[in-house]
């Protein structure tokens, strides 16, 4: 047959038309699940970390059976802590209870005492040299102290032998300017400052970490350890040592120092605020006549008026009997 009739022409054209739709409708959930497919990522990317998870906190009984361990008992810092002393008593950053030191400066061309506190350490002498480096404070200026020593001088280092030789290196500052007198009253002031401790017998000086023969333009010798004596013609006649200029004193009172005086003997006399005489008495050292020796004594005075006064030590002429190698201090008495 070669032509289909016209209803065989229809359905013909129904069935390909319906066989077309289910092919399509198959094609479009084919795509669809590719396109789910390529929007859903199958890992998480690599530059956003991922957010971590919390562990639950049990919140389910205990087991009966389990041993429960005791909390740490809390520390009682005024158990276990050492006791702190008062704030007063305690230098700021030594921790180390502060203490007066002596250094020895001028008045009169010869040598005398003055004291500073320094802060508490085992190292006085490197304390003391320090203080002394420092130059004078504006009150033993009016006292009319002075020094000798230049004011850029610095202490080097130091170092105490077992003979008691103080090692005592300088910076160059030290020979700075003066002439001869200058140059022995500088080093007669850093022998007596180091002296004053019982381990230190005499000063060996270095000059920025060398050995020296001589300082300065005049030359003066230090090639050898010098000592007290080797300043005896810089030494007042009554060196009195404590009390020092500007110190608070009350009954009864110590005085404390060196001399060489005809027989050993000097004259003590005290004057309060209101100009009364307190004390008058004279004392012995323990030798004199060219030999230089030490005197310690304690007196009782009566101090009616409090403030400033003097202490007066000197000796006797044996000639007219007047006041000759006279040394006086300022202090304040007190009751």
């Known amino acids: 047959m070669q032509y289909l009739n016209k209803s065989s022409r229809v359905f013909f054209v129904l069935a390909f038309m319906l066989a077309a739709a289910v092919v399509l409708a198959a094609c479009q959930d084919e795509i669809e699940d590719a396109i789910d497919e390529a929007a859903t990522p199958t890992e998480e990317p690599a530059d956003i970390p991922a957010t971590p998870e919390v562990a639950e906190t049990p ?17 009682d810092p005024e ?8 704030h007063d008593e305690v230098d700021d950053e030594t921790g180390a209870t502060p203490r007066s030191v002596l250094v020895y400066l001028v008045r009169n061309e010869e040598i005398a005492a003055a004291s500073r506190d320094i802060a508490g350490t085992p190292e006085v002498a490197t304390g003391a ?66 002296t004053q401790f019982d381990t230190v017998n005499q000063v060996q000086f270095r000059i920025d970490g060398q050995e020296v023969d001589a300082i300065g333009g005049e030359g003066v010798m230090v090639d050898q350890p010098l000592t007290r004596d080797d300043f005896e013609d810089l030494s007042p006649a009554i060196l009195l040592e404590s009390p020092t200029p500007g110190d608070v004193v009350s009954s009864p009172i110590r005085l404390e120092g060196t001399s060489n005086t005809f027989e050993a003997t000097m004259q003590i006399e005290m004057i309060d605020s209101a100009g009364e005489v307190i004390y008058r008495d004279f004392a012995t050292a323990t030798s004199g006549t060219g030999t230089r020796g030490t ?41």
């Open 295 to 335: 005197f310690d004594v304690t007196v009782d005075v009566d101090i009616q008026n409090e403030g400033f006064g003097t202490i007066t030590m000197f000796e006797e002429s044996a000639e007219d009997g007047s006041r000759i190698n006279i040394v006086q201090i300022s202090v304040d008495f007190r009751k």
């Open 79 to 86: 158990a276990e802590s050492s006791p702190v002393p008062d």
């Open 59 to 75: 919140t389910e009984a205990p087991d009966d059976d389990a041993v429960e361990e005791e909390p740490a008992p809390t520390p």
């Open 129 to 194: 040299l320090n203080e002394l480096f420092t130059g004078i404070t504006p009150y033993e200026h009016d006292l009319g102290l002075g020094t000798e020593i230049p004011a850029d001088t610095r202490l080097m280092d130091i170092a105490l032998q077992d003979d008691g030789t103080l090692i005592v290196d300088l910076s160059p500052d030290f020979e700075a300017g003066g002439g001869s007198f200058s140059m022995r009253m500088r080093l007669a002031q850093v022998v007596f400052t180091a």
